[in-house]
């Protein structure tokens, strides 16, 4: 099992998008364990995006997810990192598939709605920046075993 950070950022929420873009987890299987509706301050933005500090987007991308409220979400599933990042597409809107999040909803390139842990050690870093302890909240769901295969003795 893994677990991922998932941002629906400030475009996603101005545009009435959030329900449409967390169905597609809930659709594919995926669990949501937390969730919340956060308006991220400079230094959060700063941890979190530390990775693309000096790159000319960089300004531009903290004004951006610093500008108004987005919802952070914790989503878990066997392998949910990669296939959220499939879920949402190629970074830019402009290039990302339809039928993947970004490649449905929109067309701008900064604007690209959500962004998605990128490897386990980012999932594991980013959902420590975001949620405490208390604020993942993992529960048993009842369809689990039609989700998964679970005849094995593991979710298959
Ligand atoms: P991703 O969000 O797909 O993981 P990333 O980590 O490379 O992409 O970049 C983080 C965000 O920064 C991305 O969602 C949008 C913005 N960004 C990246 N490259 C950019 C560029 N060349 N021009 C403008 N914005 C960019
Ligand atoms: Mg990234």
């Known amino acids: 099992m893994q677990t991922t950070l998932i941002i629906l950022k400030p475009d996603a929420v101005q545009r009435g998008l959030m329900g449409r873009i967390i ?5 594919k299987g995926l669990q949501i364990i937390g969730a919340k509706m ?13 990775v693309h500090r000096g790159k000319p987007f960089y300004d531009k991308l903290l004004r951006f ?13 066997v392998g ?4 959220s990042r499939k879920l949402m597409g190629a970074t830019f809107g402009s290039q990302a598939e339809p039928g993947t999040i970004r490649g449905d909803f929109g067309v701008s390139n900064g604007f690209n709605l ?11 870093r980013e959902i420590s920046l975001f949620f405490t302890e208390q ?7 009842a369809c689990e075993g ?4 679970i005849s094995g003795g593991k979710p298959e």
């Open 38 to 50: 956060m308006l991220i301050s400079p230094e959060l933005a700063t941890r979190h995006y530390e």
């Open 135 to 141: 604020e993942l909240l993992p529960y048993d769901r």
């Open 146 to 149: 039609w989700i998964y295969d």
């Open 65 to 77: 997810m610093t500008c108004c409220p987005v919802l952070v979400l914790a989503i878990q599933g």
């Open 23 to 27: 169905s597609r987890f809930e659709d």
């Open 80 to 83: 949910a990192i990669e296939i």
């Open 114 to 124: 959500i962004h998605g842990s990128d490897s386990p050690e980012s999932a594991e």
